[in-house]
């Protein structure tokens, strides 16, 4: 086992995920021997913890749902209570490949955070009307914001160092597309170096999506929403903060 993931929390939010997430724990435990992997249950209202600890995870359960900001969040306070240094998020439904996590680590040693970019050249991920062109201009937008070019800023498959460790273990936003967009934005005034690397995206292995293509509307608004909240955030107490780290 690498030093490095010796000191990193695999950390998977999960919300009614009994279906697959037994799977998704034993395959990041068998690709990546000795990593400690942190199943947050949001929730849920079936076996996932009992399936997620049979697994080998282990298991933090929320007595409701918080949506994956709050799921993060937890799992981040857990990280600096434990004494590991970086943090992974990785999907309990079997889409982020585990194979993916050293070189998202490696890149650690250049940025504060590190994201797995589906639109950077790697697999066949695609998508379409609203939501790719919302996807397009988001990208444009927290490239600016970031001083570098981001191509995918909604991905949940991402890194972080102690710096963004110690920031979102804080600030870390519960709202919907908070996680990604707010939390990017946030990064990025509090001083945090952000980068991507390409990564493949696989099917999900089973349980239900969370987006369906009747909902592509309602994304496009509150991904704006989000991008609207990120923005009028004062950045000065956060880079106080990271810059203490």
């Known amino acids: 086992m690498s030093e490095r993931l010796k000191r990193t929390l695999i950390v998977m939010p999960a919300f009614n ?6 799977d998704v724990v034993r395959e990041v435990l068998r690709t990546l021997p ?46 600096i209570e434990q004494g590991f240094d970086n943090v992974v998020q990785l999907d309990s439904d079997g889409q982020h490949d585990p194979r993916s996590v050293p070189a998202l680590l490696d890149a650690l040693d250049r940025a ?30 927290l490239s600016r914001t970031a001083g570098t070019t981001l191509t995918d800023t909604t991905s949940g498959f991402k890194a972080m160092g102690p710096r963004t460790v110690s920031l979102f273990a804080q600030h870390y936003p519960a709202e919907y597309l908070g996680d990604t967009i707010e939390a990017l934005v946030i990064a990025a005034r509090a001083g945090c170096t952000v980068t991507q ?23 496009l608004g509150r991904a704006f929403l989000a991008l609207g909240f990120a923005l009028i955030r004062p950045p000065a107490s956060l880079r106080q903060e990271a810059a203490s780290v």
Do not use: Q
Request: aromatic fraction near 8%.
């Open 197 to 219: 690397i390409p990564v493949s995206m696989r099917p999900r292995a089973g349980g239900k999506p969370s987006h369906n293509p009747f909902k592509a509307a309602a994304y």
């Open 112 to 141: 504060d955070l590190v994201i797995g970019a589906r639109f950077a050249g790697e697999g066949d991920y695609e998508v379409r009307g609203p939501r790719k062109w919302a996807m397009r201009f988001l990208a444009a937008t």
């Open 34 to 79: 000795g990593v400690h992997c942190l199943v947050v249950n949001d929730g849920s209202r079936d076996s996932t913890t009992a399936v997620a600890r049979a697994a080998g995870a282990t298991v933090a359960e929320l007595p409701y749902n918080l949506g994956v900001g709050g799921a993060m969040r937890l799992g981040f306070r857990y990280a």
């Open 17 to 22: 995920e009994e279906e697959v997430v037994g």
